[in-house]
């Protein structure tokens, strides 16, 4: 690392609060083959996870790989909520899509990760590495494994206007490269709601830029203990309920699905 970028991070760290993430975190370095780093995060996090329709993933064969689709409404901590709630509903190995800096900061997390650039300048560079991070999730899907995706990249936030109404806590604009990703191997697609909110701060700074809600971020992380998430099962999609659609139509179908289960719906 340049010195430039050495003395960047050294002023960055304390305002973004990651020497106390890590130090809250550190727990995680018990990780072993007897204690998951799943397990430890619950408990770390004091995490009681509930799920709405379980029933729905007995229709979905999973050895053959799949996709979860999820909203992002708290960062960080999807991460450990929606990894933990994978690897108790499926025998099959899991890993999540996720911002390639989040293994930089949380080395614990690297092993469950398919690491992708939303936050480089646009341009070959990180056109290069996102195609790398298609072709790892595409051998890791061929082996049978399930992956978490968050189509909107960045956490939610109050949006003036949405898919889900006006004034709505909700996801930013989706991304449709899952639905590419699915099609392209055959696969089924779950949409999977999560539950929760960041505390209001977080809200205030993110109305100033996307860059401010990301340096909250690891914050919100060390603040989300003792909560209760809620994760309800959309209705399964097969490839060949979607093989004739138009990516973006799939995506719209499945972020429809997901916050209609939210509600209790379909």
């Known amino acids: 690392m340049s010195s430039s970028k050495t003395k960047v991070m050294s002023i960055l760290r304390p305002v973004m609060g990651i020497r106390k993430m890590e130090v809250f975190l550190k727990p995680l370095d018990a990780v072993s083959e007897d204690v998951s780093l ?18 729905r993933l007995e229709s ?14 708290r960062g960080l901590l999807d991460l450990f909520a929606t990894g933990a709630w994978l690897s108790e509903n499926t025998t099959q190995p899991v890993k999540c899509m996720a911002n390639k800096i989040i293994e930089m900061f949380i080395p614990a997390l690297k092993p469950y990760l398919v690491p992708v650039d939303n936050m480089g300048a646009r341009g070959q560079g990180r056109s ?73 701060s977080y809200y205030l700074l993110r109305l100033f830029g996307k860059v401010f809600g990301r ?4 914050r919100e992380l060390v603040a989300s203990r003792d909560d209760n998430i809620v994760i309800s099962v ?19 179908r499945v972020r429809e699905n997901l916050y209609a289960a939210s509600r209790g719906g379909q």
Not at 44 to 55: A, K, M, P, W
Not at 156 to 161: G, H, L
């Open 234 to 252: 959309g209705l399964p999609l097969s490839f060949e309920q979607y093989k004739d659609l138009a990516f973006d139509d799939v995506a719209s």
């Open 128 to 200: 290069s590495f996102n195609r790398e991070a298609f072709e790892d999730a595409k051998s890791f899907l061929l082996s049978g494994g399930v992956l978490g995706v968050c189509p909107a990249g960045e956490v939610a936030s109050f949006r003036f206007r949405s898919p889900e109404g006006w004034f709505r806590l909700s996801d930013h604009r989706w991304s449709s490269s899952f639905v590419g990703l699915a099609f392209e191997l055959e696969l089924p697609i779950v949409p999977i709601h999560v539950s929760g909110r960041n505390r209001m």
């Open 215 to 218: 340096l909250a971020n690891f």
């Open 38 to 55: 799943f397990d430890l995060s619950t408990k770390l996090f004091q995490l009681e996870i509930v799920t709405n329709g379980i029933d």
């Open 60 to 73: 979905v064969d999973m050895t053959g790989g799949c996709v979860m689709v999820a909203n992002h409404p």
